[in-house]
């Protein structure tokens, strides 16, 4: 999930665009924008695309709209191997003792020197980067994605909590599910428009293409590397409606023309009322291991009937989960600094709380899944391959802004309107075994994600602003401090970055974990230092961490770079060099601290799982007064705990507070 990017804020003169006739609008459409982007994607991916008249003059490069600004962005740079030798000494030399050091030292100069193989390796990524817009997009598309084998429940998806909602009586929650359908309708509007405005990094535009896979999009497992699928023109004018694990062909378009509100609420009424007992849960089997879902599918496939349910569901605008009231956990009754009711909605995001509670009630694979829960649990869980955070937060904040009157919504007449489609499947004994183990699997995995959502109220951002620091370096310091308390440990830590402003970016790895942070927890915990001396240490790694960050988003970091130089080496067929089968190489990538910050003016709040077994994930959003912030680890390491983590990083805020205004005195 990216780091440090303002998500664009849409306001109300935004839906004036809404059903009106523009420019820009499909029906006036001279150009077919699904060729057109194929094509220009082919010119990109041939290194052509500044070259080319044609491409300069199709509707990419019109000023204005979404895309106004990718003919400008940059290809992503290979960093100097020199420089990213050098940041990597400096970013382990914290991680190991002095003897390890010392060895990983004459691995590296030996990798880096004059004529070796890592000359040899450079030279052939900077070959690639030549003929390829974007060097690592299909590469980390594939190794971080495809080829990923693991489920996508917790270790890949994330799940956004949007605030719990207060339903009076019992079409709320339907009337709150109709004017989301109809939010993210409009947004798909505005995608397909082209009129979503360009993110910004700074002064920096950031590419788009991202928006164009989160709706309408599906994941589909394969054996070996999975692949991704988007619904023609015309084929997604339904929605799927899964209420008790049933699941329900929704249409919301007719003739082209999105259905009112008022229609919508009454499709999902005849929802409600037609599946009140619970099914067996199919949608399970996509929270299995991706080679054990794929053969499920194929033995599904086997059937007509459930081989047109599984079009229809990958071909859909997005899935609406309409939750039943969550299983009350264990852990909810414990004391703690906690905040119970995004706890709860970020697990249900998350995972769904297993199969006795709603996990069931979803189709994992595929990128945009609404969740609205009939106690107001509210929010989203999409599936990662797709698209970065900011795009899905955009459009959460989207549906957030402009469901204020939702209860208004009365439903239609019933009388002329098509009744949703029930999905009906055809259930072989290989069927049901593959859905028994999938559900035993899946139970075990959410029974092991121990999760508790946090909100720090003693100050927020504007705090870091006041003493001219970067609000994502103050935090990911604290963060730091907190770990570093409880395990008297420095731990390789991952936050996000952005690399979007290069074409097709996605992500690079921003390392908190240095000497400069060291020194500030060590100094921190020891207690033996001067205020002002406190103050300092903090500061400079503060400013340390912020210029990282900056490196990291221009395309300077090394973790990318080093992962571009194995491909290299393996496509080549060559026994991998000993830098990258070094144990501190191995120990640098083992990230018990996998961080993202995902900011938005609404109080949501993201959550994924930890990436190893020994580790955090936690997710953060700081606004101008608080910090909003999710914790999870596994129950099965006896060494990591979500709560206590979750607690000292509230007593890090508190310390690092009390320590800058001490120091203005």
Known sequence: MSSVVEVPQFNRTDSARFGTKSKNSIGQRIINKDKMLARSARMLNSGMAKHSKAFQTSSLARKGNMFAKQIELPHLPVPVLQQSLSKYQQAVRCLVEDNDFNKTKRIVEDFGKEGGIGEMLQERLIERSRVEVNWIAKWWDNSAYFDFRMPVVVHSSPGIAFPKQTFTDDLDQLRY???????????????????????????????????????????????????????????????????????YVMDVYRNGQPMPESELLSQLVEIRNSSQVREFPVGILTSDGRTQWANARQRLLKDSQNKSNLEKIEKSLFCLCLDESPLEHPSDQQESLGDPNYTVTSREMLHGGGTKSNSGNRWFDKVFQLVVGTDGHVGVCYEHSAAEGPPIVALSNHILGHAGNFRDIQPSPAGNLEAPVKLEWNMHPDNIEDINIAIERLDSLVDDVQLKSFIYRGYGKEMAKKNKMSPDAFI??????????????????????????????????????????????EAMVASEKSKAELVHLFRTAVQAHTKYTKEACNGEAFDRHFFGLKMIAVESGMDLPEFFMDKTFKHALHFNMSTSQIGSKYDIVACFGPVVPDGYGICYNPQSNCVRYTVTAFNSNAQTDSVKMGEAVQRSFDEIGTLLTSAHL
């Open 177 to 247: 599910a109709a004017r989301a359908i109809r939010c993210t309708m409009n947004f798909k509007s505005l995608v397909d428009s082209e009129s979503v405005p360009v993110d910004m990094l700074g002064p920096h535009p950031m590419c788009m293409m991202q928006y164009n896979n989160i709706l309408s999009t599906c994941r589909v497992p394969h054996t070996q590397r999975d692949t991704r699928v988007k619904a023609g023109r015309g084929e997604d004018h339904h929605i799927i409606v899964m209420h008790n694990n049933n699941f």
């Open 476 to 521: 990911q310091l604290i963060m730091h401090l907190a770990y570093y308390r409880l395990h008297r440990q420095i731990p390789p830590t991952y936050e996000s970055a952005a690399t979007r402003k290069f074409q097709l970016g996605r992500t690079d790895t921003i390392r908190t974990a240095s000497m400069t942070s060291k020194a500030f927890v």
